[in-house]
């Protein structure tokens, strides 16, 4: 069992509670507008547009019976993301078929100075098995595990999955579905039902909202958002995260929304708090 | 007493003049130069042959580097005074009865610290004040004790004038180690530096979550890993000066240290470096330490006169001395370079490795020194990583990996360290520039610190990449005061001006922010 894998990030300190091997994992199956990693979306169809425009020549084209393919040499590569802007598919020549073993080789160097593994995307959950195996290794060494996901993939079909899991960061990126469609090409039904699933289980950890005032009413949304999940705190603590839309790494037609301010996300968080939420962090 | 010639006296004159007539240095640090040039004319020490052509050399031929501490050592270079047993009986000699409340021990420790001498003339260590100040703490109400509390941190700042000073708390949470954090993160000052004793089994997350939040508002506390200090200093051990490990009511008498690039330079192969110039100058360098001692102890008339000495406060036979190094990087990279090899301390395997079993060699020697005087230590010295000299160009302090080549992953990097942070009792230390987003979650920083202390590091600084106060090498500075001083004003404090060397010619300022 292999999947394409982004890139791993051997200490963050942004996927998660303390110190965390994030994994990223490539392709998506929404389209969010301000997506800020649109390079994890697409999978590589060996095209080799960023052949040509490796400045460094650490891209080159193998062609077998089974098509093409880009191959990376990372002793060449200067991080330049030459080849992830040109590319006409929102994927990446710098991606690696792992299998979790392989995956959890990379994670291992890093003990003890982590406390857990973040696996995100792209959409980690279009690869349930991966992820189960990936995090019964990462049990078995004593780490946490957590997912980060969209939410479109009904959690409620994996128990085993859950079962290894500690806890999912789910995006919210809209409540009402009309929205919702507007800002990813697919509606919300199984991401609010997921949020419910999970608190239920004790194994939602925090949900997040990325504010960007150009595409969608915010303080709306938030707010019906938070009528909706202001039960479900009576099964366990969750952490609701705000997030700032930034234009780094958006995709050029929609990196010129404006950033909203800290001031408009304090009064999201002031909202929050007066409905009851008490953990709340402002990205 | 020997003789030097008239040259030297004429030369030492318009030194003097020239400190008199400076625009950048205030009245103290007037005084305190005046009287090392005083001192540079004595010859009193019996050095050993061959020291001449290691120290006293063009700056790219040194091998061996006194610190600055002079001649004829009128003190020893740091100095540990019992401020709990102060604090306990009073001073006859400060005329001060035992402290009876919170307001007593604050002053009568602002009162001592007037009086402890060092090698910078400021005191290098200012005590365990969690430990000092918490039985005093049910003696006022809790608003009191933060304001005096921070009236005393600030008051050290405005009169300490040297960030070497050093405090020190931990490993167990109190409510005077929290006051203390918190006025610190208020006040944002460079004085005192500041070390957490830290040990995951006795100090809780919330009191080392609260260091962690401090020193992203000002640099410090650094973490000291307590359990490895104890079982080599025992439990009466403190952290002074930069970050140095030494017994408490003791101290150092003296601290030279070895600038391996530049033995590296003599020696024709790494063979040649292992079995002879490096042995060569470890063994001038010992004996010079050596005659310091000799002068410190027999002649000097300190251990004697001294009122610390006299009231117990500190003890002769609590003192050692650190052998210390620095430039541990360049003598790899350049023996790499003699030999036709390509890899660089840090990176490559094998030039990582040699860098180990030069530590051994330096280990082997220094434990096969005897010094009659540092007896507390088993009559050896204390291997240090000295933390470098703002006149340092292309020399790492101790055993760091240099500026502008930190691996690319934090990862790589403290694997690195934790290969050479064991060899060092007498302190060693890395810094970190941290990422601003990591305000939000501190437990990263405290994740990697756990980790880290598993992993046999000893000590850990971080500060926000984004803070006024940093930490330059082993000691803190404002960047706000740094720039005063680049534009020619005289500033408060003596490490200032150490700072803006080390950013000139260390390149502190260009960490790779993690």
């Known amino acids: 069992m292999r999947v394409a894998v982004n890139k791993i990030i051997p200490f963050s300190s942004v996927d998660g509670p303390g110190n965390r091997t994030a994994v990223f994992l490539q392709g998506c199956n929404i389209n969010c507008r301000y997506c800020h990693n649109p390079e994890t979306r697409g999978m590589c169809r060996g095209c080799g547009v960023c052949v040509e425009s490796c400045p460094k020549g650490a891209l080159s084209l193998e062609t077998s019976e089974e098509g093409a393919a880009v191959v990376y040499d990372e002793t060449k590569c200067v991080s330049c993301d030459t080849c992830i802007h040109v590319c006409p598919f929102d994927s990446s020549p710098r991606t690696a078929l792992m299998s979790p073993e392989e995956v959890y080789g990379r994670v291992k160097k890093q003990i003890p100075f982590i406390r857990g593994i973040t696996v995100s995307g792209g959409e980690c959950m279009l690869h349930p098995d991966f992820l189960c195996r990936l995090f019964a290794l990462a049990k078995a060494d004593g780490l946490g595990t957590l997912i980060d996901s969209n939410g479109t993939v009904d959690f409620s079909d994996f128990p085993e999955l859950l079962s290894v899991t500690d806890g999912v960061m789910l995006d919210i990126k809209a409540f009402s579905g009309e929205d919702h469609r507007r800002i990813t090409d697919h509606d919300n039904k199984t991401v609010l039902k997921n949020a419910a699933f999970l608190a239920e289980r004790g194994k939602l950890f925090e949900v997040r909202f990325v504010i960007v005032p150009d595409l969608y009413d915010g303080e709306k949304s938030v707010r019906q958002a938070a009528a909706f999940l202001r039960p479900l705190l009576s099964f366990g603590h969750f952490r609701i995260k705000l997030i700032a839309y930034r234009s780094m790494g958006v995709r050029e037609a929609f990196s010129h929304c404006r950033t909203p301010s800290y001031e408009e996300l304090c009064a999201l968080s002031d909202m929050l708090r007066e409905q009851g939420f008490d953990d709340i962090i402002i990205i | ?514």
């Not at chain 2, 507390?376 to 340092?392: K, M, N, P, R, S």
């Not at chain 2, 437990?443 to 610190?449: A, K, R």
Request: aromatic fraction near 8%.
């Open chain 2, 1 to 514: 007493m020997r003789e030097i010639s008239m040259e030297r006296v004429e030369k030492t004159r318009e030194e003097i003049l020239s400190i008199i007539k400076s625009a950048e240095l205030t009245h103290e640090q007037k005084v305190t130069n005046l009287a090392n040039q005083a001192d540079s004319l004595l010859e009193v020490l019996d050095v050993p042959e061959g020291l001449d052509g290691l120290l006293n050399v063009p700056q790219e031929d040194k091998c061996i580097c006194d610190l600055f501490e002079g001649h004829a050592p009128v003190r020893p270079r740091y100095i540990v005074p019992d401020y709990a047993k102060f604090l306990r009986e009073g001073s006859a000699f400060l005329q001060l009865p035992p402290a009876q409340d919170l307001q007593e021990a604050l002053d009568f420790l602002l009162i001592m610290y007037r009086h402890v001498p060092s090698v910078t003339n400021f005191p290098v260590y200012l005590g365990q004040l969690d430990d000092l100040l918490e039985p005093y703490m049910d003696t006022v109400d809790e608003a009191s004790a933060k304001k005096m509390i921070k009236m005393f941190m600030r008051h050290i700042d405005r009169t300490v004038l040297d960030s070497f000073a050093h405090a020190d708390i931990g490993p167990s949470p109190s409510r005077a180690g929290a006051l203390i954090m918190e006025a610190e993160s208020e006040l944002e000052d460079a004085v005192p530096n500041i070390s957490l004793k830290y040990d995951p089994e006795i100090t809780d997350d919330a009191f080392a979550l609260l260091a962690v939040d401090c020193a992203l508002h000002c640099a410090k506390p650094s973490f000291a890993n307590h359990r490895m200090f104890v079982k080599e200093l025992t439990e009466d051990y403190v952290l002074a000066s930069c970050y140095n490990g030494l017994p408490l009511a003791g101290g150092s008498y003296t601290l030279c240290r070895l600038i391996l690039g530049g033995i590296a330079k003599r020696a024709k192969s790494i063979e040649d470096f292992k079995n002879k110039q490096l042995p060569y100058v470890m063994d001038i360098m010992a004996r010079y330490m050596d005659a310091r001692i000799k002068f410190e102890v027999e002649e000097s008339g300190f251990f004697e006169n001294n009122f610390l000495a006299k009231e117990g406060l500190i003890q002769r036979d609590r003192f050692t001395a650190m052998f210390g190094l620095v430039g541990l990087a360049e003598a790899v990279n350049i023996l790499f370079e003699k030999e036709g090899r390509s890899g660089r301390f840090g990176h490559d395997e094998a030039a990582t490795q040699l860098g180990v079993e030069i530590m051994d060699i330096i280990w082997d020697f220094n434990e096969s020194h005897v010094n009659p005087y540092c007896e507390i230590t088993g009559g050896h010295f204390l291997l240090h990583a000295q933390v470098g000299i703002a006149e340092d160009v292309g020399i790492s302090p101790g055993t760091r990996i240099p500026i502008g080549e930190e691996p690319e992953e934090l990862i790589d990097h403290l694997l690195v360290l934790s290969k050479f942070h064991r060899y060092f009792p007498s302190g060693t230390g890395d810094i970190f520039p941290i990422d601003l987003t990591v305000h939000k979650n501190p437990e990263y920083v405290l994740d990697i610190v756990k980790g880290a202390f598993q992993k046999e590091l000893r000590y850990l600084s971080f500060y926000s990449g984004d803070s006024d106060v940093i930490r330059v090498t082993g000691y803190l500075v404002k960047r706000s005061e740094l720039e005063k001083l680049d534009s020619g004003q005289a500033v408060l404090q003596d490490t200032t001006a150490l700072g803006l060397g080390a950013a000139k010619n260390g390149h502190i300022l260009e960490r790779k922010v993690r």
